[in-house]
C-alpha cells in the first residue's frame, strides 16, 4: 500500500476519479469532440499505460478524427497487452477499424469475438452487435443477411437501428416501408438522420428540415456539416457554401467520410485536380464505403 | 493501407492463441503472471573468466521462474512457441545490431508412458512372472538416461541458435542437434551431470558455444521478505560481518528451484560496432544487452491436429538491469515496459530517475536511511551510456534498460571477484554487466539509496546507505567455473527449500543459514 501510495504521488494519479476521467472522455467522444477526447485519453494513458480502457479511448478518438495510423497503434497495444483477454470494447473498436480501412470480412469476425465475450442476458449490447452486424453485411452488399441480423437486433432506441434501417430500406428500394418506419419520430431525429432520411425519400420538405436543423447545430461538434456539405454540393445547389462548410470541418478533422465531402464540395466548384486527389487519398485509407466509392466514381476516380 | 489490415488481421487471432499457464512464481508483470513460460528471471552478460586467449563474453538468458525440480510427470520444457532472443546494442542508441534467437523444437518420444522421462541403471525387464500378453524379459522399463540418445529420454528437446548482424541472418550449427538438458529429475531416472556436461556445444562459428536447460535458478534473494513491503529477515543495514560473508543470514527463497537456461560464449569482436576487442577507455568498448521472448501472433487451432503459429511476433517480455521492472517500475506500467523497446524508455525515466524504491526504504527508517534528491542523475549509469562504466566520451543514448558491459574491462578472476561488483571496487561486476555470483540486490538496494556511482550526495553515510542487504549473500548452489557457468538444477527426488526458520536462518543470528 504504501508503494502504491508513493507511486500515485509519484505520477499525480488520483485513482479516485480515473473512471471519472474515462467517462468524461466518452462524453466528449459522444460529442464528437476528438481533438479534446484524444487529448484527455493520451494524458491517462500516459499515467496508466497498462490499462487497456485508455487504449480504446484513444483509438475512438483517432478513429473519429481520421487518424488510421494512430488508431492503429492505440488497437495493436490494446491487443497486445491482453493476449487472450480482449473484452467486448476492445473487439468492437477493432471492427470498427477495420470498416474504416476497408476490411468488412474482417470487422465481422471481430464482431463474432466481440459477441462471445457478452454474457446471455446482456440484450442491449447483443442488439448493437447484431445491429452493427447488419450495418457490415449492409457494406458487403448481402442485403438478406443485413435484414435478418437487424431483425434478430429487435426492437431498440439504439440510434443505429434507425439509420440502418434507412439505409437497408433503401438498398431494397422500400422507400415507403421507410417512411412508415420513422412517421412520428422525425422531431427526435438527429439532423445527420434526417439527411439520410432526405435522401431515401428524395424529398425537398425532407431536405429543408434536414437543412433547417443542420444549421442550428453548425459550430458544435455534434455536428452534420459533413450531410450539409454534400447537400449543398447537391441537391442544394450551393457549391461555395458547400466548399465553405467542408473546408472548415476539415480542419477540425479529417475522417474518410469528412475528407470525402470535402472532395464532392470541390469537384461541385470545378477544382476538379484537388477534388480527385483528395478522392485518392480517402480511398488510400482503403474504405469500401458504398456512398464513398458512388461519389468517387462520379469523379472518376477508381479504388487501387 | 494495406499494411494495417494485416497486422491487424493478424492480432484479431491472437485472442485465439490465448496459452494461460497459472502457477505461482516471482514474476514482475501481470502479464507474465500469467504465462511463465515467457517470463524472464534473469540476464546475464560478462566476460568470461574460464581463461583462453581469445576475449570472450557470456550471455545468459534465464527464463521459466521458480520451477518446483519434482513437479513431474511433464517438468518444464522450453517453450516451443516463443522466440527467445538475446540483443546488443553497440552504438549506443538502444537499438539492437546483434542479435541471438533461439528456438526449440520439442519431441515426444516415449507416448506410452506416463511420464516424459523414465530410467533405471540396467533398465527393468519383465520378470518371470508378468502376465501375458507381456513376455518375461521384455524391456518395461529404460536404462538410466546418461545420454541425449537414450530411450528414457521420453522428451527431448533440441534447438536453433540464428546470429542477426546488419540484417542478415546467420544460423549457428554444430556438428549435430544442439540438444537442451531436461530437468534434474533424480538420481535413478538419470545422470543430470552427464547430460549437463554434453551439453554445452562448440559450433561451426568460431569461439562460439551455446547451451541450453534446466538448471539452477541462480539468483538468490530474500524474496518472501522483500515483497512484504520490506519486512526482510535482516533491514535494512548489515553488519560490518555479515556484509563481508560468503554465506547467508536469510533463506535464500528461491534455493532449490531451477530455471530454463539459454546460454551462449562469443567473442567480443562480434559484438563491438568496431569488429575489434577495444580497450576500456574506448568509446566503442560499451555494450548494452537485453534478452527478450515473444510470441506469435497468430495461432491457428486446428483440433486435433496441431496448432500452428503465423504472422509477426508480439514481444512478451523484456530484460536488461535486474530488479528493474520488480522493484522500479509502477504496476500501472509493468506490461507496457515490459512489451516495449529499450529505445523508448523515456516514458519510464521518473521510475529510473526518482525511484520509488528510494522513497519506501526512506519512509520505513523513518529518515534513517538518506536519500539523494531527484533527478537521481547518479543513476544515469544504469540507464545510459556513461561513465563509470562505459568511457568518458562515450555518447549517452537514450535513457534505456539495458545491461551495460564495458567488454574491453578484463574479467576478474574469481578469487579475488566481488559480489558487489563495481560497489565492491570490483571493476567487473554489475553494474558493468553482471555475472552469476554478483548480488545484485544488495546492490541495487544501495545504488537506490547511494547515489554511489558519481559523488555520494551529501547525507550519504556510508555504514547506513552502503551497507543496505537483505543477508542473502550467495546462491545455494556453486557456479561452474567454466561455460555456460550456471550450476545443476536441483535433483527432483531430493531437492529442498532451505526455510527462513530453519537453524541459522534466523535473520543472522546463531550460524549461517544452510546453502
Redesign the interface.
Known sequence: ????L??LL??G?DASTFDARKTAIRRLLADRDFSAAIERAKTLN??????IAAYQLLAEGHLGMGD??DA?RA???M???R????DFQGWLI?SR??EA???TE?AL??VN?ASVQLAAEDQSRRSHLLLYAAHLQLLAGRLELAERALQAAGSTNDPLRIETLLRLRGAQGKRAEALRIVRGQEGALHPRQLFLLAEVSRDPGRYTAFEKAAREIMKTTDNANVELALYYAGTGNRPSEALRIARAESARRHDVSTMCALAVALFANRQTMEAKSTMRNVL???TRHPEILRHANRMGVKPR | ??M??N???V??A??M????NFAANHREA??TAI?HKADITDVFAFRSYDGGATPRVTLILCVDPLQEPGNGPNYFPFDSDILYEIKIDNNNDAVEDVVFQFRFNTEQRLPNLFQVYAGVPGGANAPPNSPPPVAPGTPIVPPQITSFSDAGLGQRQTYSVTMVKAGVSTAVNGSGPFYAVPENVGPRTMNYNALFNAATYTTNTPNVKVFAGTVDDPFWIDLGGAFD?FNTHIFPVLSPAHDAASTNFAADFVSGYSVNAIAIEVPVTMLTRTGAVEPANSTAATIGVWGTTS?ARLTTRRAPLPAVNSGSW???QRMGNPLINEVLI???????FS?DQPKNDI?FA?FFL?P?LA??IN??TAGAVAIPSPPRNDLLPVVTYAPPIAAAGTPAGPIADLLRLNTGVAPTPPATASRLGLLGGDPAGFPNGRRLFDDVTDLALRLVVGGVLAAPFPGYNPAINGMLGDGVNVNDTAYRTTFPYVGNAPSGRDRRHIDPGEPGCTAGAGLPCPI
Not at chain 2, 17 to 20: C, M, S, T
Not at chain 2, 330 to 336: A, E, H, L, Q, V
Open positions: 500500500m504504501l508503494i502504491l508513493a507511486l509519484q505520477v494519479v500516459r499515467e496508466w499505460p497498462d490499462d488510421y495510423p492503429e488497437i495493436q497495444w491487443l497486445d497487452l493476449i487472450g483477454k480482449a477493432l477499424f477495420r480501412v476497408g476490411d474482417g469476425d471481430a469475438m488510400a485509407v482503403g | 493501407m494495406q494495417w489490415k497486422t491487424l488481421a492480432s484479431l491472437i485472442f492463441a490465448a496459452p494461460p501481470p502479464i504465462d513491503t510470441r508480439s514481444q512478451i509502477g504496476t500501472g506500467f509493468k506490461d507496457r512489451m516514458q521518473n526518482d520509488t522513497r519506501v519512509a520505513l
